[in-house]
């Protein structure tokens, strides 16, 4: 935990925008999901991150979710492509959560 949090902390509600694909509907649902990421934004402040996360040609077999995270220097991006939504929404977080924590490991050293 770091010992300095910022005036305005990184949530993904705060941040998160729905991007293509998404309805207002999804969002607790979404947000249920991506819970999880909250975790990582100790010391960030929401007015430097941002979240998107899309949906291209939603409830077809070859729906595709991205989920693009925008963490002042890191930049990930991740992709799934599972049937189900909520399946896909489940996939780009663990992979963001990966990605991110070897991010982390990279730069500490």
């Known amino acids: 935990m770091t010992s300095h949090e910022p005036p305005n902390p990184a949530t993904v509600e705060k ?5 293509h694909g998404f309805h207002h509907d999804d969002q607790a649902k979404v947000l249920e999901i991506l819970h999880p990421v909250d975790a990582r934004m100790n010391g960030l402040s929401a007015d430097h991150v941002s979240f998107e996360l899309s949906v291209k040609d939603r409830d077809h077999n070859d729906q595709k979710v991205t989920f693009e995270a925008n963490l002042g220097r ?3 991006v991740t992709t799934a492509q599972d049937e189900d939504l909520w399946a896909s929404v489940a996939h780009v977080r663990d992979e963001f959560l990966r990605r991110h924590a070897d991010w982390k490991d990279t730069h500490r050293r």
Do not use: K, S, V
Request: hydrophobic share 50%; aromatic share 0%.
């Open 15 to 19: 941040c998160l925008i729905l991007g």
């Open 74 to 76: 890191e930049h990930i």
